[in-house]
């Protein structure tokens, strides 16, 4: 069955202290892990896709990267703004083809 | 990235009736659209997926008699909650699959509050 795990569940940083989420999967064929942002009250914001081991994306202060059992986000000198809950979420050649399998999110938290 | 829009962004609404929600994909085609509840601090909850043209599959435990999901065109789902009862009152997410990237853009969400 496939199934994703985030880990922290939340993290408190200060401005400029960098830090990285994980998120660990199992899954039968991977198609693609997928990265989102979600602020409270609203839908997650589209941040990254990766689809094979060794492959790396960064956007502004976030950088993804990808092995063949988790991906870390890296957070480089965080800013208020980057506050929010990071979900990560797997697509697999699998059964359930057509769904993303969502980890539980990380709550960063991040002090001026 | 891709743009999917909600409408209503919040409803409030009475025990019984019911309300339906627009789900529109803005600058791609999304063959396939999921709809998603999602409780307090609580991660998203797949409650169905269609494809364009198609009946939507529900995931289990979901009554298709009461989310009537409607996905005509290539741009546009609709979510209705048939008979509307509080224990309905959600955070209601839509998403389309953009296939071209093969990636899901979300929606801003739906607050519905049924008293």
């Known amino acids: 069955e496939d199934q994703v795990t985030q880990s922290p569940e939340a993290l408190r940083l200060q401005e400029g202290e960098s830090s990285s989420l994980n998120c660990s999967y199992t899954v039968s064929g991977l198609r693609g892990l997928f990265w989102y942002r979600q602020d409270p009250g609203k839908g997650p914001e589209f941040l990254f896709t990766?689809?094979?081991a060794g492959e790396e994306k960064e956007k502004e202060r976030l950088k993804a990267t990808l092995t063949k059992k988790e991906s870390f986000l890296h957070i480089t000198a965080p800013k208020p703004e980057d506050s929010a809950t990071y979900l990560c979420?797997?697509?697999?050649?699998?059964?359930?083809?057509?769904?993303?399998?969502f980890g539980t999110g990380t709550l960063l938290a991040v002090q001026p | 990235g891709a743009v999917v829009s909600q409408h209503p962004s919040r409803v409030i609404c009475k025990s019984g009736t019911s309300v339906k929600i627009e789900c529109r994909s803005l600058?791609?085609?999304?063959?396939?659209m999921f709809w998603y509840r999602q409780f307090p601090k609580q991660s998203l909850m797949l409650m169905a997926t269609?494809?364009?043209?198609?009946?939507?599959?529900?995931e289990q435990g979901v009554e298709k008699d009461k989310f009537l999901i409607n996905h005509a065109s290539l741009t546009l789902s609709t979510l209705t909650v048939t008979s509307a009862h509080p224990e309905d009152s959600s955070f209601y997410i839509c998403s389309g699959r953009d296939h071209s990237t093969d990636t899901q853009y979300f929606g801003p969400g739906t607050r519905l509050t049924v008293l």
């Open positions: 269609s494809n364009e043209g198609s009946k939507a599959t529900y």
């Open positions: 979420a797997v697509r697999g050649y699998g059964g359930a083809t057509n769904k993303l399998i």
């Open positions: 600058d791609f085609q999304a063959t396939t």
């Open positions: 990766l689809y094979s």
